[in-house]
């Protein structure tokens, strides 16, 4: 069984029990290395804040640090909540590393936070409402374009002008497709953790997408749709280590955080813990190369999806890179 669209890797550098960020960090550029070393299109680092077990959360100095340990994968933000930021910083940053890393570097913006109400506040919020996103996003992609001028400002973008950072949108509901397909923009469904409306969503983007707008940076829709992805030798020991996984979601709905956990039998979890995690986590490729290939296969194909992007959560970083390999070989 072979895949015949390119698949990705979204890292969210997660401390497991018993160890700490340092060792996350460390976990996470070896991550970094093995893709680079298997093939895989891309690298995205996510965005998260106020949660001490986990270590995305300056994306871009992440994505310098990977970027100086690979050579051929790509490395984005996967991504920069712009709300948390100001555009012309986020524009200064990426360019910079647009510069030192050319034809290399991704930029995906979403509006969510990321984080609670009060970090945001810490955080020096611009506008999350429809508006202000798109007017930053003008904004952005003038600073990254050739004359490197802002859409509402008389400021010059510097070291971001000319340029021309990759941008996508990212988003699980309506309102974010309909914004990537009003600006033309490639367009990351966060299906990995939000499933429902999948492909109400999608149809939403497909039958918008405007290839001429002023932004536009792909001729036709482009969809690259999350998936959680556990591979092992066997059916039976994937469903045991995707038991850190079903923790973890429930860790997060009961606000008792903690680091991965190891896993356990899966009887051993209580039903409504394996229900809660079926209902966020659903869209999955658990099992064996078999099982789990043709998983990410029918999906691609119920989705149409131009390309995956797999989320692997283990307790060992050792089980991570054994799925990764399964999954390079698909």
Not at 2 to 18: A, C, R
Not at 54 to 78: D, F
Not at 137 to 160: C, H, Q, R, T, Y
């Amino acid at each position: 069984m072979t895949l015949k669209i390119p698949v990705s890797i979204l890292d969210l550098v997660h401390v497991v029990q018993g160890s700490n960020l340092n060792d996350a960090l460390i976990a996470s550029m070896e991550l970094a290395r093995l893709a680079d070393t298997l093939g895989f299109k891309r690298v995205w680092y996510a965005e998260h804040h106020n949660t001490p077990d986990l270590g995305a959360s300056a994306t871009a100095i992440l994505i310098a640090r990977a970027a100086t340990l690979t050579r051929n994968v790509r490395l984005g933000a996967g991504g920069i909540m712009l709300p948390n930021h100001s555009p012309l910083h986020v524009a200064e940053a990426f360019g910079t590393l647009a510069r030192f890393f050319p034809e290399r570097i991704d930029l995906g913006l979403g509006r969510a936070p990321g984080t609670d109400s009060m970090t945001a506040g810490i955080l020096g919020r611009s506008g999350a409402d429809p508006d202000s996103f798109i007017r930053n996003l003008l904004d952005l992609n003038g600073w990254f374009s050739d004359k490197g001028m802002s859409e509402s400002l008389p400021v010059n973008g510097g070291i971001a002008a000319g340029t021309r950072v990759p941008l996508w949108i990212l988003g699980s509901s309506a309102q974010g497709a309909a914004i990537a397909a009003r600006l033309g923009l490639p367009f990351s469904v966060a299906s990995h953790f939000a499933p429902d409306d999948l492909h109400r969503v999608l149809d939403i983007y497909r039958s918008q997408f405007r290839s001429d707008a002023p932004t536009a940076q792909v001729e036709r829709p482009y969809v690259m749709a999350g998936m959680n992805v556990m591979i092992a030798p066997s059916d039976d020991e994937a469903q045991r280590l995707w038991t850190t996984a079903q923790q973890m979601i429930f860790d997060v709905r009961s606000g008792h955080r903690r680091p991965l956990q190891a896993p356990v039998a899966p009887a051993a979890l209580p039903g409504h813990v394996r229900a809660f995690a079926e209902s966020v986590l659903g869209i999955k490729a658990v099992g064996s190369p078999q099982t789990g290939g043709q998983a990410l296969e029918e999906f691609a194909k119920a989705t149409g999806a131009n390309e995956l992007i797999a989320m692997t959560y283990a307790f060992d970083p050792a089980d991570r890179s054994r799925s990764m390999r399964y999954l390079a070989e698909l």
